[in-house]
């Protein structure tokens, strides 16, 4: 019985310390909106330096003070001092619940960004935003305003590592190329000698082959020689010689001049006779 008593009162107690938890954190939350509210109505007055003192009020009243985050980055953006207000910015974007608060709290990130022309930053603030707002026009026209100004102002620091980095992978191809054409250099030489000692015997072989073909080409060559001189002899010989029924040129020749001769004989005798019959007269006979 005593035990069970004992447990009601740790459990009422316990109640009671939340109750009491409770009541004043709604009492903090409640100061910081007051505080919140007075820095909104400082803002208005241009009075930036009770703002920011409200607004740094509100948030220690309350750390989830989203609008008290946000306010007090807008203080510090409008006087440019940009870090200040990417930090509360930040802290917005970490406590916001809804996609509204998260939207504004990654727009004005990306503005930061741009003014301090970190534009690849400014790019990637300005698409968390669209992805908690993506019929915002004044985002839209951010985004693409920065992904332009990327475009012409690459940053300087990824530019020399992607060069480092393509001229490494370039001279660990060129090492690679390299070593394979050893490898195939050692390969060849390997292969070469082998074939060399291989080719050796071969050699042998093919010499003395190689011998007894050209003694028979020589053999060959020679008895075709022999045959063609004596088909060349023959040939002469035929010529030479005078075909049946047919008289050789010489026998023409003799038998010529002898027709000749007794031609002209015969000629001789003719004109002896016309000479002695004929009688000469020494006019003309009318």
Do not use: C
Request: proline share 2%.
């Amino acid at each position: 019985m005593k035990y069970v008593k004992h447990i009601l009162l740790l459990l009422l107690s316990v109640t009671v310390a939340n109750a009491q938890d409770k009541k004043e954190e709604e009492a903090f939350k409640k100061d910081s909106k007051n505080y919140t509210y007075a820095a909104n109505n400082a803002v208005k007055d241009s009075s930036y330096a009770d703002a920011e003192a409200e607004y740094r009020k509100a948030i220690s009243k309350d750390g989830e003070n989203v609008a008290a985050k946000y306010n007090l980055g807008n203080v510090y953006y409008n006087h440019e001092n940009y870090e200040e207000a990417f930090n509360r910015y930040k802290q917005a974007s970490e406590v916001a619940t809804t996609k509204a608060e998260k939207h504004k709290a990654y727009h004005n990130m990306g503005n930061v960004f741009m003014n301090n022309k970190e534009y690849e930053k400014a790019v990637a603030a300005y698409k968390k935003a669209l992805r908690n707002n993506p019929s915002d026009d004044e985002t839209r026209y951010n985004y693409a305003l920065a992904k332009e100004m990327l475009d012409k102002n690459p940053p300087q620091g990824d530019d020399k590592n992607k060069q480092d980095k393509d001229k490494k992978e370039q001279q660990e191809e060129q090492d690679k190329k390299d070593q394979d054409k050893k490898d195939q250099k050692d390969k060849n030489e390997d292969k070469g000698d082998k074939d060399k000692d291989e080719g050796g015997k071969d050699d042998k072989n093919k010499d003395g082959q190689g011998d007894k073909e050209k003694e028979k080409q020589k053999k060959d060559n020679n008895d075709g020689q022999g045959k063609a001189d004596q088909k060349d002899d023959k040939n002469k010989q035929q010529q030479r010689q005078p075909k049946p029924n047919q008289l050789s040129p010489q026998q023409v020749k003799s038998l010529l001049k002898a027709m000749n001769n007794a031609e002209k004989k015969t000629q001789d005798k003719l004109n002896e006779k016309k000479v002695k019959g004929v009688k000469v007269k020494a006019e003309k006979d009318w």
